[in-house]
């Protein structure tokens, strides 16, 4: 860049550039505000940043990013221990979560099969999974991975790992999205609302 | 938030939600893109956003964001310094160097006239400029405020406080934008490209 811009602002600009779906002239935009703003937004920023990996660490049960470990849902007395809700990522429990209708447990795959981008089943946290069934008290796994090329895949591989040890396997639903319009919807999300039609 | 996000996640969640354009959702993305990316990404971030405010100051001349005082631009001596175009902020220095046919200095008010928002001719660097001309030396002032209601409002003031002193005061052109279309054009650009009309 010219002369014109410090390159303590070049530097924000590229390091904000840096982050999904923020391209040169938001990274500008937000740096300039910056700016002009007070100093604690800036500063509570960068704090919140730095602190965002030292304070956090995944939970050794479930593997949902936490502070303590085991994490607040894994310690959690009141929640049925026996039912595994197998997703892709952190923010997967967040949206389970916001439900207010699971009362299990979680375990977090971060990510999923995908061939193509070099992830197989060793790089997510499969095998973890296998040695929480091993351990017993298990009722039933929900997997509730993404209803995807990459989520079935990985659905079918835990599947598979998973029927020998005699453990309920169950997925979430697929069918009709609520507020949806059957005119607008997919032909694959059709069919499976209509193999997994219910009675009225 | 419940209990799946720990505190750490929240705050950082938070931060960027306080950005202009960055909602909650957004805010989240961001962040758990950041706890899926290597630490260097957001160590980088946290570390440019401490040293924007700590390693840069407003040019003692001509208030632009700088680390060396005066900036690069003051001290120019390739640089016309009996020129000075006026500008509302430090971006919009970077729009004209960007064109590379400005070879005179700047000066940078740091807003713009708004008595609705509470900010009044004595919030800018107005006094700033109008010392500078004081100073002699000073040919000619290009005003170079946005074409808004505020930049305008800020212009005449300007004017005004500028013309006793007899230097050469001008400003940018109005009309229509390169590569615009009549047709969509609004009427006031439209009324102002007509009264500027030049010889083919």
């Known amino acids: 860049m010219s002369k014109a811009v410090p390159e ?3 530097k924000l600009i590229e390091a904000f550039a840096r982050l999904p779906g923020v391209g040169p002239k938001t990274a500008s935009r937000l740096t300039y505000f910056l700016l002009r703003s007070p100093d ?3 500063l509570g920023l960068s704090e919140a940043l730095r602190d965002l990996k030292s304070l956090t660490r995944l939970c050794s049960v479930c593997y949902n990013i936490t502070t303590d470990d085991p994490c ?7 929640r049925d ?14 949206a389970l ?3 207010s209708a699971y009362n299990g447990v979680y375990h977090v795959l971060h990510g999923a099969v995908n061939p193509v981008g070099g992830v197989g089943p060793d790089d997510l946290k ?9 351990q ?21 591989y835990i599947r598979n790992e998973l ?15 609520v507020g949806g319009d059957i005119e607008y919807a997919d032909s694959v999300t059709l069919m499976r609302a209509l193999m997994g039609r219910s009675e009225l």
């Open 136 to 156: 017993g008290g298990v009722q039933e796994v929900i997997i509730a991975t993404n209803p995807s090329y990459e989520g079935e895949a990985t659905a079918m």
């Open 72 to 78: 607040p849902i894994c310690s959690d007395g009141q």
């Open 97 to 99: 979560e916001r439900t």
């Open 163 to 177: 029927t020998p040890k005699g453990v309920k396997l169950t997925r979430l639903a697929r069918g009709l999205p």
């Open 40 to 42: 604690d937004l800036s």
């Open 126 to 134: 499969i095998r973890e999974l296998v040695a929480r069934v091993d």
């Open 81 to 94: 221990q026996r039912l595994i809700a197998v997703v892709e990522e952190p923010l997967d429990v967040l």
């Open 8 to 10: 303590p602002v070049t």
